[in-house]
Every structure is written in C-alpha cells, then in structure tokens.
C-alpha cells in the first residue's frame, strides 16, 4: 500500500492527510516547529519536525513514504529556494519517493496585463517571491531528470476556505484599492485545492504544470466586499492606486501590482477535476455555515 509524505503541513496539508487517513493510508507530515507537530499529532497524524533552512539538522528522510508532497514554502529572502534543495538533497535513496507533487504559484507568470493564459504562457516572475518559486520548480525538474522520479507541479493563486478569509483585516477598517483599479486576481478554495493534489498525484503528467483556479477571476476589491457581506461587516475604505502607494503593505501591493486570468481547462481536461465551489458566491457560503 502507497504511503504519503507531506512537507510542509499546514492549512492544505493537514486536509490531505486527514484525506489519506480516512482511507486506511499512511502519513508521515513534516513540519518546522514543535507546536505545529503537536497540533498534527492532537489529530492522530505522524509529524516529525526539520527545519529546512539548516541542513545540517535535517535528518535523512527515512519515511518509506511511496508519495510526496511539498507543499512547504520558499525562505524568506534569497533568489533561490534553499529549503527544497535541503530536502531532496538529505533523501535517502532507498526511500526515494514514486512521485513528487509541488504547489508553486501562479506568481511565477509575473504581470500579464489582465490576459487570460494558460499553461504554455512563459514564466516571468516579477516578485522575489515568486522568483524563488519558480527557481523550486527548475530545481524538481532536474531532480525529476536525473532520479527519473516524475514530478508534477500545481500553480495556484489565492487560496481560501474555512478559517482562511480576511475577517480581521475587514473588522479593522484596513483600505483596499478602488475597484476600477483593482487587477484581476484568481483563487482556489482549499476543498477544490485538495481535489487537485490529489488528482495530481494520480493522473498528472510527469513533468507537467497546471492552473489551479476555479475559473473565475474577479478582483481583489470584489473578494473583499462580498466576504464582508457574508459576515455582516461594512465594506473595507477606499483608496486609489496612488493612495495605495503610502496606505497598503509591501506584501499587498505586490499583488496588486499583477494582472491575470488563469485558464483552468488543463485541470479539469487533464486531471479530472470537478470543483465543488467553481465561482467565489458558492465558496463562500461553504465558509459562513
């Protein structure tokens, strides 16, 4: 019987593992810090805590795990991810897994000028961010090369769900940017992210990236209203892109500073997909019961 690893377990992972659990499988999550373990283990999942920034304390990974998912992020700072090089290079070779699904980011298209694109569109990663994301992904493909382990890998945009939603920042008034100003961005609700890793695991090519969105973009202001909606809140101030300059955070401009659509057919087409919450209205409500 298969066995799963999952490297980096948090809100996504433990979803997975509860998934595999459910179905008389083996998980082994790996996380960073000791509370993190704790909650994992409060939930009946096997965690062991590496951190990946420091190789020299990763221990050889030893899980027998047949599957492998590397949903940890990129460090901090730097152009490259460091930590996925950690990880692959402390693998055992007799407990190599069978196949490696990474979730990378649809930040790695950089700006697209509001474009719809898919999978063929070139990688132009803007942010630092999205820089080290893209550079994860070189580094699995020539692992994937000289292992011949295939890897997949899924580029998802904003996610949400349960627990995973803006509240704080609308009860505290924070601004958002004027709505004919506001780019297009994308999202997944973590349920439908779940289904696709899954998905992946299964039926993704070797070697191939998908889109991971439920195909209807909006824009960041619209996100932000209809939650408040939801929750009986006011909607949040506006500012213009000039305000925004002065009013927002770094991390927030960054997206506001790109423009996409993501094409999702591959997904569905491809790996089989069906999303229970294909537009943000029906997502919602799944949070709000």
């Known amino acids: 019987m298969n066995s799963v690893c999952i490297a980096g377990c948090g809100y996504v992972g433990r979803r997975l593992a509860e998934h595999y659990l459910a179905r008389g499988t083996g998980v082994t999550a790996i996380v960073k810090t000791p509370g993190s373990r704790e909650a994992l283990v409060s939930a009946g999942i096997d965690a062991r805590v590496m951190d990946l920034d420091h190789p020299d304390a990763v221990r050889r990974l030893t899980t027998d795990a047949t599957l492998c998912y590397y949903l940890a992020p990129p460090p901090p700072e730097g152009g490259r991810d460091t930590r996925i090089r950690n990880f692959l290079d402390r693998m055992c070779d007799h407990a ?32 630092p961010r999205a820089k080290r994301r893209a550079d994860a992904e070189s580094v699995l493909h020539a692992w994937s090369e000289q292992t011949g382990k295939p890897v997949v890998i899924l580029r998802v945009p904003g996610i949400y769900g349960p627990g995973r939603l803006p509240l ?33 695991m299964q039926n993704g090519q ?63 087409e491809e790996l089989g997909v069906e999303l229970r919450y294909p537009d943000l209205e029906s997502g919602l409500s799944s949070c709000f019961k």
Request: aromatic content about 6%.
């Open 96 to 127: 190599m897994p069978a196949r490696i699904v990474y979730i990378s980011t649809s930040g790695v298209y950089g700006d697209c000028r509001g474009a719809w694109i898919d999978e063929t569109q070139p990688l132009k990663p803007e942010t």
């Open 168 to 200: 704080e920042r609308i009860r505290k008034k924070l601004p958002v940017l004027q709505e004919t100003d506001s780019p297009y961005t994308n999202r997944i609700h973590v349920d439908d992210l779940v289904a696709a890793c899954l998905a992946a």
């Open 206 to 268: 070797p070697g191939a990236a998908y889109n991971i969105s439920d195909g209807h973009p909006s824009n960041m202001t619209d996100y932000f209203n209809q939650i408040a909606d939801r929750a009986g809140l006011s909607h949040p101030p506006t500012v213009t892109r000039e305000e925004a300059q002065t009013t927002l955070s770094p991390g927030m401009l960054s997206f506001l500073n790109e423009s996409k659509r993501l094409v999702n057919r591959k997904m569905i």
